[in-house]
C-alpha cells in the first residue's frame, strides 16, 4: 500500500489530514492513500507555481535548450521506472498490465516529442512594414495552467498536456483523478530528480467539488486545460468563461467504426473487437457504435461475436487479460443500466450483459464483451457515452446513410473507417464530423498528430505542434527605427 501526500514547490508536503482510500475495482485490495485536499492546499500549490513563473530568472526564461533537457531526462526516468509505473497505472484503473505498458511508453514518447519541440518555438519577423518600421511577432508562455485529469488514462491524458505546457514556459498545478493519483505523483517525484525547479510542477489530489473547483476558481491560474466528461467541461468553460480565462477542453465521445462491405474483413474484425474492449471501454474514443453495411452485417455481427467469446476477462496483472474491471461499483451499475436499457428500447443482445462473478473475479467489477444489435439512432444507447465493452450493431446501406449515421451525436471526437476503396474513405473521411478519422485501423497514437474533438468532445488541440501553441499567448511588437 502506498501513501501519498501533495507534490508542491518540488517536495511532498508535510501537512497531515483526511486521505482518501483507493482499493482495487478488480479485487478490493487497499492499494493507495492520496490527500483529500482543499482550496488552501490548490492556493499554496498555485503560489508556488506562481512564484516558479513571475520571478526574474523563472521558468519562462530558462533557454529552450534547457527546457528540453530537462524533459529528456525526465523521460529518461520514466524509462527507468516504466514496470513500477505500469503496474501502478494498471492497479489503480483496474486496466490489463499489457496496455497499461503501451500508455506508459506513450507518455515517454511523447516527453520526448515536447522536449524536442521545445527547440522550434519561433516567431515572425515583419520588415515591410515602412523603412522606419519593423513588426516582431513572438510567442509567450500563457502563464500558470491549472490541469484536470481523468482516471480512465491517468497518465497519457496528463501527458497530453504537462510537457506540453513546461516546453512552452508554463509552470503547472494538476488535480488528477482522486481515484487514480499515483502515476501523477511518481512523475512529480521523478521530476525533482530530473532537475525541474521547484513550483514549476505541483499536484493537489482530491475530489472535483473540493480541489477541481478551487482550481478553475483561483485567480492565479491563468488556463484551464481539462480532460473529462463532458457535462463536467462546460461547467469549467462556463467559470473560465465568466474570468476570461483560457480554456482547452478534451471531452467524451461517442465514435463510430464504419465498416464497408468492401473492406479487408480480416482486419475490420480485429480493428472494431479492439476499439470496443481497450481500457474496457472506458476510452473517450472507444468505436462503441458499429456502423455495418447491410449486405455483410449479419456475417459480420457472427464472426465478431465468435471472436468477442475468446476475450480474456480478469486480473489487471495478468498477462493473459484483454479486458480489466470498471473503475468502481456506481459505473458498473451505471453500465449495466444502459443495457438494460438498450435491450427496453428494441436492441438484442447477442453476447455479454452481465456482471461477471465467476472463480477469482467475485470481488471485482467485472463486465465481458457486450453487443447489442437491432440498434437504432433514436435510442439511448447509440446517442450516450456508455463508457464500458459495450458495441451497439447498426446496418446501413450505402455511402450517404453511412455518414448521416456516423454525424448523428453530439460529440466528435473519432471515427472509423473500412473501405480498399481510397477514394472512397478519403471521400468519406472529408465529410466526417470529428478531429480524428481512423482509416483501416483504429486508435493509432502518434505525438505529431494533433488530438481534440469537433462539436461536444471539445475545444482545443493537444499533441503536435498546435498541442504546444495552446499554452502560448501571441504578442506583436512594433519597433520604430
Ligand atoms: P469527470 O468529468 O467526472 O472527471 C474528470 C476530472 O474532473 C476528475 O479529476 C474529477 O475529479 C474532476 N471534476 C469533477 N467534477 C469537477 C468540478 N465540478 N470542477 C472541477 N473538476 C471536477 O470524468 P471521468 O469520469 O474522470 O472521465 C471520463 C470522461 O472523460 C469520459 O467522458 C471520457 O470520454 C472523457 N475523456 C476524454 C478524453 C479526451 O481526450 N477527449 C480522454 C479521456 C477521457
Given at each position: 500500500m502506498?501513501?501519498?501526500?501533495?507534490?508542491?514547490?518540488?517536495a511532498?508536503?508535510?501537512?497531515?489530514?483526511?486521505?482518501?482510500?483507493?482499493?482495487?475495482?478488480?479485487?478490493?485490495?487497499?492499494?493507495?492513500?492520496?490527500?483529500?485536499?482543499?482550496?488552501?492546499?490548490?492556493?499554496?500549490?498555485?503560489?508556488?507555481?506562481?512564484?516558479?513563473?513571475?520571478?526574474?530568472?523563472?521558468?519562462?526564461?530558462?533557454?529552450?535548450?534547457?527546457?528540453?533537457?530537462?524533459?529528456?531526462?525526465?523521460?529518461?526516468?520514466?524509462?527507468?521506472?516504466?514496470?513500477?509505473?505500469?503496474?501502478?497505472?494498471?492497479?489503480?484503473?483496474?486496466?490489463?498490465?499489457?496496455?497499461?505498458?503501451?500508455?506508459?511508453?506513450?507518455?515517454?514518447?511523447?516527453?520526448?516529442?515536447?522536449?524536442?519541440?521545445?527547440?522550434?518555438?519561433?516567431?515572425?519577423?515583419f520588415s515591410?512594414?515602412?523603412?522606419?518600421?519593423?513588426?516582431?511577432?513572438?510567442?509567450?508562455?500563457?502563464?500558470?495552467?491549472?490541469?484536470?485529469?481523468p482516471?480512465?488514462?491517468?497518465?497519457?491524458?496528463?501527458?497530453?498536456?504537462?510537457?506540453?505546457?513546461?516546453?512552452?514556459?508554463?509552470?503547472?498545478v494538476?488535480?488528477?483523478?482522486?481515484?487514480?493519483?499515483?502515476?501523477?505523483?511518481e512523475?512529480?517525484?521523478?521530476s525533482?530528480?530530473?532537475?525541474?525547479?521547484?513550483?514549476?510542477?505541483?499536484?493537489?489530489?482530491g475530489?472535483?467539488?473540493?480541489?477541481?473547483?478551487?482550481?478553475?476558481?483561483?485567480p492565479g491560474?491563468?488556463?484551464?486545460?481539462?480532460?473529462?466528461?463532458?457535462?463536467?467541461?462546460?461547467?469549467?468553460?462556463?467559470?473560465?468563461?465568466?474570468?476570461l480565462?483560457?480554456?482547452?477542453?478534451?471531452?467524451?465521445?461517442?465514435?463510430?467504426?464504419?465498416?464497408?462491405?468492401d473492406?479487408?474483413?480480416?482486419?475490420?474484425?480485429?480493428?472494431?473487437?479492439?476499439?470496443?474492449?481497450?481500457?474496457?471501454?472506458?476510452?473517450c474514443?472507444?468505436?462503441?457504435?458499429?456502423l455495418?453495411?447491410?449486405?455483410?452485417?449479419?456475417?459480420?455481427?457472427?464472426?465478431?461475436?465468435?471472436?468477442?467469446?475468446?476475450?480474456?476477462?480478469?486480473?489487471p496483472l495478468?498477462?493473459?487479460?484483454?479486458?480489466?474491471?470498471?473503475?468502481?461499483?456506481?459505473?458498473?451499475?451505471?453500465?449495466?443500466?444502459?443495457?438494460?436499457?438498450?435491450?427496453?428500447?428494441?436492441?438484442?443482445?447477442?453476447?455479454?450483459?452481465?456482471?461477471?462473478?465467476?472463480?477469482?473475479?467475485?470481488?471485482?467489477?467485472?463486465?465481458?464483451?457486450?453487443?447489442?444489435?437491432?440498434?437504432?439512432?433514436?435510442?439511448?444507447?447509440?446517442?450516450?457515452?456508455?463508457?464500458?465493452?459495450?458495441?451497439?450493431?447498426?446496418?446501413?446501406?450505402?455511402?450517404?446513410?453511412?455518414?448521416?449515421?456516423a454525424?448523428?451525436?453530439?460529440?466528435?471526437?473519432?471515427?472509423?473507417?473500412?473501405?480498399?476503396?481510397?477514394?472512397?474513405?478519403?471521400?468519406?473521411?472529408?465529410?466526417l464530423?470529428?478531429?480524428?478519422?481512423y482509416?483501416?485501423?483504429?486508435?493509432?497514437?502518434?505525438p505529431?498528430?494533433?488530438?481534440?474533438?469537433?462539436?461536444?468532445?471539445?475545444?482545443?488541440?493537444?499533441?503536435?505542434?498546435?498541442?504546444?501553441?495552446?499554452?502560448?499567448?501571441?504578442?506583436?511588437?512594433?519597433?520604430?527605427?
Open positions: 502506498r501513501t501519498y501526500r501533495n507534490w508542491i514547490d518540488g511532498w508536503a508535510s501537512d497531515s489530514g483526511a486521505m482518501i482510500e483507493r482499493h482495487s475495482p478488480a479485487h478490493g485490495a487497499l492499494l493507495a492513500r492520496f490527500q483529500a485536499s482543499g482550496p488552501d492546499h490548490v492556493a499554496a500549490a498555485v503560489t508556488a507555481a506562481r512564484r516558479a513563473f513571475d520571478r526574474r530568472g523563472g521558468w519562462p526564461s530558462f533557454p529552450a535548450s534547457q527546457r528540453a533537457g530537462l524533459l529528456q531526462k525526465l523521460a529518461d526516468l520514466m524509462e527507468r521506472d516504466a514496470e513500477r509505473l505500469a503496474v501502478i497505472e494498471a492497479e489503480e484503473v483496474g486496466k490489463p498490465i499489457r496496455f497499461a505498458r503501451g500508455e506508459v511508453a506513450g507518455s515517454i514518447e511523447l516527453t520526448r516529442y515536447a522536449g524536442a519541440l521545445a527547440w522550434q518555438i519561433s516567431g515572425d519577423v515591410h512594414l515602412g523603412d522606419d518600421k519593423l513588426g516582431l511577432v513572438t510567442r509567450e508562455p500563457r502563464g500558470v495552467v491549472g490541469m484536470i485529469i482516471w480512465n488514462f491517468p497518465l497519457v491524458t496528463l501527458f497530453q498536456k504537462l510537457p506540453f505546457a513546461l516546453a512552452a514556459g508554463c509552470s503547472v494538476v488535480k488528477p483523478s482522486e481515484l487514480t493519483s499515483g502515476t501523477a505523483l512523475v512529480a517525484a521523478l525533482a530528480e530530473a532537475g525541474f525547479p521547484a513550483g514549476v510542477i505541483n499536484i493537489v489530489t475530489t472535483g467539488s473540493d480541489v477541481g473547483e478551487a482550481l478553475t476558481d483561483h491560474i491563468d488556463m484551464m486545460s481539462f480532460t473529462g466528461s463532458t457535462a463536467v467541461g462546460k461547467r469549467i468553460a462556463g467559470k473560465a468563461g465568466a474570468a480565462k483560457r480554456v482547452a477542453l478534451e471531452l467524451g465521445g461517442k465514435a463510430a467504426n464504419t465498416v464497408f462491405a473492406a479487408d474483413l480480416e482486419a475490420a474484425l480485429d480493428g472494431v473487437l479492439f476499439g470496443m474492449i481497450l481500457n474496457q471501454g472506458e476510452e474514443c472507444a468505436g462503441s457504435r458499429l455495418v453495411e447491410q449486405s455483410i452485417a449479419r456475417d459480420f455481427v457472427e464472426r465478431l461475436v465468435e471472436r468477442a467469446r475468446k476475450i480474456v476477462v480478469g486480473m495478468d498477462e493473459r487479460t484483454d479486458i480489466g474491471a470498471l473503475i468502481h461499483e456506481q459505473h458498473l451499475e451505471k453500465v449495466l443500466g444502459y443495457i438494460a436499457k438498450g435491450q427496453a428500447e428494441g436492441a438484442q443482445l447477442a453476447i455479454g450483459g452481465d456482471r461477471l462473478r465467476r472463480d477469482g473475479l467475485e470481488k471485482g467489477f467485472f463486465v465481458g464483451p457486450t453487443v447489442l444489435t437491432r440498434v437504432t439512432p433514436a435510442m439511448t444507447v447509440f446517442r450516450e457515452e456508455i463508457f464500458g465493452p459495450v458495441l451497439t450493431v447498426t446496418p446501413f446501406d450505402g455511402v450517404e446513410q453511412a455518414v448521416a449515421l454525424n448523428d451525436t453530439a460529440f466528435g471526437l473519432a471515427n472509423g473507417l473500412w473501405t480498399k476503396d481510397v477514394d472512397k474513405a478519403l471521400q468519406v473521411s472529408k465529410r464530423k470529428s478531429g480524428t478519422v482509416v483501416n485501423t483504429y486508435l493509432e497514437t502518434a505529431q498528430l494533433p488530438f481534440g474533438g469537433f462539436k461536444q468532445s471539445g475545444i482545443g488541440r493537444e499533441n503536435g505542434l498546435d498541442g504546444l501553441l495552446e499554452f502560448t499567448e501571441v504578442k506583436s511588437t512594433f519597433v520604430k527605427l
